[in-house]
């Protein structure tokens, strides 16, 4: 069964092509057969279209934008036309999966595509509005494309978070804030569920039997407090905002500093949009960069901007850390994933260290030179640490077939 996953974001476009066995479905994800990447940054109405295969085709494309749907389209094409051709023609794709970054309250699930599924998509761009927008315009792409019979399902970074009990998840305002969907609403979702499942599969234990921390440390980063696989606590909130310290968006600041700005006429309501996920965090601190390989490096050289970012970071990791110990209660394992937490050894140790006191040691060889899905604490450790690579398009593959596989 082909299966097509869509990831937009609001300057990019992902899109890959799963093969995927029409019975049980393996355990380990399986590699692509196409994969596509679209970066509507690139110039000035130029998009770089990158596509590789799983025979070896690395393709690098620039397509004029006329449109983002223009631009789209010629890069589904050359999954049938051109070198990197990977089938004969559109109809071989049997099914559509789509990222979609928020369900609001009443999606807990993956849900099949209809028209009024793309209405409250719609209606939700109020929560995210440079996600669904983007979402629902890769669901009208594919629908041009592959035709309005092709069964789609929608995968939302809500969802997984839909378990948490009211207490997590109401703020602290007014009570009507709840009537009006102001709420903890949690992202990531997809990855953490992933990475939850991976763990349970790695330490051979029954997900309904652990307690864990999964760390997606990106460039937008978001802790989960697991409990019996279901998440009951998260760091980021109604918006991906919320929480951590991030490349360069500023997690959470008192409330009063944002009145403050506006009341004293230094920012717009949108101006401080742009200062806060565009010019904060780790960018806004070290005023260098949001990649956190430069920050290190430059904190190495004696930057001392760089020097307070790198610490900012990793004390607000272990704070948030330590609320999802408290709301656990216990704790069978931490796993990193996504840019930072499966490549930086640095933050992984860092971050470990303040949880020494309850037996937890990683190994430093390990955690230096892991493999792709490794347990990197020592045998003795009273808390297992992992490193997993996150599979978000894979999960969604996933998702779609558990959806429609018995419907072709
Ligand atoms: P996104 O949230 O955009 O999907 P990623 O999960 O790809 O981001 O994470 C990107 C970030 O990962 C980069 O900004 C960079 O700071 C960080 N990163 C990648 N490799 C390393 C590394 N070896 N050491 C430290 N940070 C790294």
Not at 1 to 30: F, T
Not at 251 to 257: A, F, L, N, T, W
Not at 311 to 329: P, T
Request: hydrophobic share 40%.
């Amino acid at each position: 069964m082909k299966i097509l996953v869509l990831n937009a974001g609001s300057s990019s476009q992902k899109a890959c092509l799963y093969e995927l066995p029409g019975g049980i479905l393996p355990e380990y994800p399986l590699e692509p057969l196409w994969e596509g990447f679209l970066d509507f940054t690139h110039q000035a109405n130029i998009a770089e279209a990158k596509v590789k295969t799983h025979t070896g085709v690395n393709q690098t494309l620039e397509i004029p934008i006329t449109s983002r749907k223009a631009v789209t389209e010629t890069l589904l094409q050359t999954l049938w036309q051109g070198e990197a051709q990977v089938i004969d023609q559109p109809t071989a794709i049997q099914a559509i999966g789509h990222r979609v970054v928020h369900g609001g309250e009443q999606y807990r699930d993956s849900i099949c595509i209809t028209p009024e599924v793309k209405a409250e998509i719609d209606r939700l761009s109020c929560f995210a509005p440079v996600h669904n927008p983007a979402n629902l315009e890769g669901i009208e792409i594919t629908e041009a494309v592959f035709g309005q019979a092709i069964p789609q399902v929608a995968v939302f970074d809500t969802a997984f978070h839909a378990t948490l009990p009211a207490a997590a998840y109401t703020y602290p305002g007014q009570y009507d804030w709840l009537e009006q969907g102001i709420r903890r609403y949690g992202f990531h979702g997809t990855s953490h569920r992933y990475c939850a499942e991976r763990a349970a599969a790695l330490l051979n234990r029954d997900l309904t039997s652990l307690k864990l921390i999964t760390c997606h440390l990106g460039n937008g980063a978001s802790l989960a407090a697991v409990q019996q696989g279901i998440s009951i606590e998260t760091t980021m909130g109604f918006t991906p905002l919320e929480g951590l310290m991030m490349g360069s968006r500023s997690g959470s600041v008192d409330p009063g500093i944002l009145l403050h700005l506006l009341r004293t006429n230094q920012h717009t309501p949108e101006s401080l949009d742009t200062l806060l996920n565009k010019a904060a965090g780790m960018k806004g601190i070290s005023g260098i960069t949001n990649d956190l390989r430069e920050i290190i490096a430059a904190a190495e050289q004696g930057h001392d901007r760089a020097q307070l970012a790198l610490d900012m970071y990793i004390h607000r990791l272990r704070y948030y850390m330590g609320a999802m110990l408290a709301v656990l209660g216990g704790l069978d394992a931490i796993v990193f994933t996504a840019g930072v937490g499966e490549n930086s050894a640095l933050i992984r140790a860092a971050a470990c260290e303040a949880f020494g006191f309850l037996g937890l040691k990683i190994d430093p060889e390990k955690n230096t030179h892991h493999e792709v899905d490794q347990d990197i604490s020592t045998p003795d450790s009273q808390i297992r640490v992992l490193v997993i690579r996150t599979q978000e398009d894979w999960a969604i593959a996933k998702e779609c077939w558990r959806l429609t596989h018995d419907r072709l």
